[in-house]
């Protein structure tokens, strides 16, 4: 008996761990905690309209979620709602305790909860929860505990329970529902029908949920008693050792997953997935990172996406990703830094130690079912894996090892030794030498047939070599981030090593990743890609690499099996894909951030194998998947609020009924006041799981000049508009360049009143009043005008005279004028002649005295009695002369009473030297000067240095100057 009892517990225990490997490969796990979402804890239904928005039945009403913003919109008696649903009206119908109705928009598009209780009849007006809510042709049902309602053409007709209505659903394109007394019933023309009796059921049988499976079939899951196949009216057991155990969890509801696979949600044990022989595909739990393990409530969205309303809030997985999570380890920690496939294993190594887990054959490795294992002997930090010579070589914190089925054996196993990666020095496998490169440089292992042993070092790179490579003529490239690039040149001993830095074409000397890609040796540098040139034995910018990256910042390059080129730019993870006729570069958002910087690390096997290392585990992407799902990309204007004094909902995000397609009728433009011209608009896209993905372009029409650039922002604020009439349109984008239809909202703006058309009607009044006026004020000014006109005329002649007069008088002036200058010419002349005659007598008292000289000489008496005579004719020419007053006053008049003025300022000169400024103002020359006064010239100097003293002159006065300027004390 105790030998029994241990072979069934053995078989439990056995049967628990099948049940408890899950897939490698988990979708991603988003949770929605009550904080987030603002309701209560627990979520019983959910649904999902055309424009992709969530609906769920929340314990304070029903919460909605557009893909960015939560909202709540309780009952009017504030009670649980249990079930929601969108009837063929396309309304959202809403059940709880005591209360049934619907949610549907208002004038401004905000949700407003119609009550329908007052259809009931007055005595059933009270019930229950709404457990279930069906759309049924025209008619809407709903189900309480006792009794089951019917609405159609706006009228409620009531089904008592015999005993408990214990569920209803849809099976075969019918109405069904299960009385607990009577069995399955299936609604008829108004009757509920027998479809299969008590009698035929098992035993206390609770129905939790139908599932369709085909054209008249469904399974049937019960509470506690598993699952069945219910067809052509006959129940019959689906039974396998999954099933069996998941019966245990308290089955509570179900979906189809496509043809083949159906979900399963339970009280205790979270959400299992199974094929149609009823094995487990996959299981979600706390343990895979539920919220808790309570689901209350499945739905499957339009992406194929899995929405879990439970217990204690809402978890969505992304269940149709092609990028999924996987954990080597039971706590889901530990960094992930190397994978390797290697005879059907498959090795990830963590900072936490090497796990393995074989692998079945499937096309997407996710889905394989195993659990990973440590392998012994790898406990610590793992940094590479490769395979060589069809061995497995370990790189890790503690020396280099060889994996094989019974562990990690040391090849040069050293604490604090570590190891990075490998390379076959060799291309002919195997190879008998392996380069390693380590904490302290690059080192040889030696392959032998018993396996790798400790090798040497290459002497003179002593810098951690992490990123090592080799090019077509077997040298070995080897770069470390903060010194450079070495070349290593092993086919001579030792080994030849050249340092290139900025100085030999890179960029810099720091951040240089050496990759082989394409068959050729690169760089992955600061300002893109750069390969070397032999010829100059210098690094150079890549113009192909160019065209692709331009001076993008690279830090990692791979190359996968189709020849696409994977990088890591910043934290962003990309790819090159070269499946089109140019290469394009997709990137994936969905993994920003969640890499291990700086030691990423990417392993291809194959389009729909490739592995990433993550701060938490690893990335599996199906590639292939990831370029071909093509979502439903949509963007939704979700409200429009005016800024003012306090803010005012103007549009609350529908056009029409909950299920309507969000186009904006023309009669639904509003008109807002011009106070209120500033507006806050909010968008989003209902792309779940995605929303890193998704960058949004906007634009105001009529306002804006055009499409804003792409950016995350889901808000946008416009102040002060003009009036006028405007729309603001969005559109969505995700990261493979797909572009949703653009989603608009318009309105109008009205003018100020002092710019409305009443007030215009007053401008025009007050404009013809004004024109009135001043055509009265012109018309009065026009009389007054031709009055003072006609004085004016009076006034002119009477000033034509006077010019006249005066125009006479001019004239006579003008004459006298002119009388005046001929005589002021002819005193000038008068005084030049005057000028002349001094000349004249200066001439003739020379002869004077050239004939007395004469005369004292010797001579006959004859002679001098005849120069006697000319002596006295001579005199009697100086008595005729006028002399020096004469000449004075016409000088004066010739030189504006210059001889007044110098005697005004200087009278203390003498006679002869006012003569001598005279003749200094004539700018006589020395020489003419002495012949007019009768003097030498040495006495005209004298004369002239006596003036300069009693002039007060310095020597560097210019004397004619000085007297050109001496003007009248009256002048």
């Known amino acids: 008996m105790k030998r029994s009892k241990r072979l069934l517990l053995l078989l439990l225990t056995v049967g628990m761990s099948c049940f408890g490997q899950n897939t490698i490969g988990l979708p991603e796990i988003i949770n929605y905690s009550k904080h987030i979402y603002g309701g209560g804890t627990q979520n019983w239904d959910i649904q999902q309209d055309v424009n992709g928005i969530m609906y769920f039945a929340n314990n304070e009403g029903v919460l909605s979620f557009d893909g960015t913003h939560w909202r709540i919109y309780p009952l009017p008696n504030k009670t649980i709602v249990r079930s929601i649903a969108i009837g063929k009206d396309k309304r959202i119908y809403a059940g709880g305790q005591d209360e049934i109705g619907y949610f549907s928009p208002d004038s401004t598009g905000v949700l407003v909860f119609t009550s329908l209780k007052n259809l009931i009849p007055e005595r059933e007006r009270s019930f229950a929860d709404i457990w279930d809510i069906i759309p049924w042709g025209d008619d809407i049902f709903f189900r309480s505990i006792h009794k089951i309602l019917q609405l159609t053409n706006q009228t409620m007709i009531v089904y008592p329970a ?183 294993q498959l090795y990830l190594g963590t900072t936490n130690g090497l796990y393995t887990v074989p692998l079945t054959a499937m096309d997407d490795l996710s889905f394989v079912k195993g659990q990973f294992m440590p392998v012994p002997n790898t406990k610590g930090q793992v940094w590479g894996l490769s395979e060589i010579n069809g061995h497995v070589l370990l790189g890790h914190h503690d020396g280099s090892f060889q994996v094989d089925p019974r562990g990690a054996i040391p090849v040069n196993a050293k604490p604090g030794w570590g190891y990075w990666t490998y390379l076959p020095v060799n291309k002919v496998l195997p190879s008998s030498l392996v380069l390693a490169g380590t904490y302290h440089g690059l080192e040889v292992l030696e392959y032998r047939k018993d396996g790798f042993h400790a090798g040497y070092p290459i002497r003179g790179l002593d810098e951690p070599a992490r990123f090592i490579t080799f090019d077509n003529n077997n040298i070995a490239w080897a770069s470390h981030p903060y010194r450079g690039v070495y070349r290593v040149d092993m086919s001579v001993q030792p080994a030849r090593i050249k340092l290139y830095t900025d100085k030999d074409g890179l960029p810099s000397f720091m951040n240089n990743h050496v990759y082989t890609i394409k068959n050729q040796v690169v760089v992955a540098t600061e300002k893109g890609v750069y390969r070397y040139n032999t010829q100059t034995d210098k690094f150079e910018s890549s113009p192909w690499y160019q065209n692709v990256f331009g001076n993008t910042s690279l830090r990692y390059l791979k190359e996968d099996t189709d020849g696409n080129i994977w990088f890591i730019h910043d934290k962003q993870l990309g790819v090159v894909d070269f499946s089109a006729a140019t290469p394009t570069i997709v990137y994936l958002p969905e993994l920003n951030g969640k890499m291990v910087s700086g030691f990423e690390h990417i392993y291809s096997i194959n389009a729909r194998n490739i592995f990433i290392g993550a701060e938490n585990g690893f990335y599996h992407i199906n590639y292939e998947q990831y370029r071909k799902n093509k979502y439903l990309l949509q963007a939704h204007i979700n409200t429009v609020t005016s800024i003012g004094p306090t803010d005012r909902l103007i549009f609350g995000g529908y056009f029409g009924e909950v299920n309507d397609i969000n186009v904006q009728k023309q009669e639904t433009v509003p008109d807002i006041v011009w106070k209120w011209n500033s507006l806050h608009f909010e968008y989003s896209s209902s792309l779940y799981g995605q929303e890193a993905i998704i960058t949004y372009s906007y634009q105001l029409k009529g306002f804006d000049k055009g499409w804003s650039d792409w950016s995350r922002k889901t808000e946008k604020d416009y102040t002060n508009l003009p009036p006028g009439s405007y729309t603001f349109e969005v559109k969505a984008r995700n990261n493979l360049g797909n572009e949703s239809p653009v989603s608009s909202y318009s309105f109008r703006v009205l003018p100020p009143w002092y710019q409305s058309w009443w007030a215009y009607g007053a401008y025009l009044l007050a404009l013809c009043a004004l024109g009135f006026g001043l055509y009265r004020r012109q018309q009065r000014k026009f009389i007054r005008q031709q009055l003072r006109h006609e004085e004016e005329q009076k006034r002119l002649q009477y000033l034509h005279q006077l010019e006249l007069e005066k125009s006479d008088k001019e004239i006579v002036k003008l004459r006298n004028e002119k009388l005046e200058s001929e005589i002021d010419h002819k005193n000038k002349e008068l005084a030049s002649s005057a000028m002349h005659l001094v000349q004249k007598g200066e001439l003739l008292t020379r002869i004077k005295e050239e004939l007395t000289r004469l005369k004292k000489m010797p001579a006959n008496g004859e002679d001098g009695e005849e120069l006697k005579k000319l002596l006295r004719i001579l005199h009697e020419e100086d008595k005729m002369d006028q002399g020096w007053e004469q000449f004075a006053f016409h000088f004066d008049r010739v030189h504006s009473d210059f001889l007044v003025a110098l005697k005004e300022h200087y009278p203390q000169l003498t006679s002869n030297e006012i003569k001598l400024c005279a003749y200094l103002r004539m700018n006589l020359s020395t020489k003419e000067i002495a012949q007019l006064m009768n003097i030498s010239v040495r006495g005209v100097e004298i004369s002239r240095y006596r003036l300069r003293k009693k002039l007060q002159l310095t020597t560097d006065t210019n004397l004619f100057q000085f007297l050109l300027n001496i003007r009248s004390v009256n002048t």
């Open 162 to 344: 015999v005993s408990e209505w214990a569920f209803m659903g849809i099976h075969d394109n019918q109405l069904v529902a299960q009385d607990m007394s009577h069995g399955l019933l299936k609604f008829n023309q108004g009757t509920w029908q027998p479809l299969m009796r008590r009698e035929d059921l098992p035993p206390g049988l609770y129905t939790s949920t139908m599932i369709p499976i085909g054209k008249d079939s469904s399974l049937l899951a019960t509470l506690k008693d598993g699952v069945f196949v219910l067809t052509a009216g006959r129940l019959v057991p689906f039974r396998s050792p999954d099933l069996d155990i998941v019966a245990r969890e308290t089955i509570y509801g179900g979906l189809a997953l496509g043809h083949n696979w159906f979900a399963l949600a339970t009280s205790l044990g979270g959400c299992h997935v199974f094929n149609r022989k009823g094995e487990l595909v996959q299981s979600f739990s706390r343990k895979e990172g539920l919220q808790n393990n309570n689901i209350t409530s499945i739905f499957r969205d339009r992406n194929n996406n899995l929405w879990l309303g439970l217990d204690n809030g809402i978890d969505f997985i992304a269940y149709d990703n092609a990028i999924k999570h996987i954990y080597p380890e039971n706590l889901n920690e530990g960094s992930g830094y190397a994978a390797l496939i290697h005879n059907n």
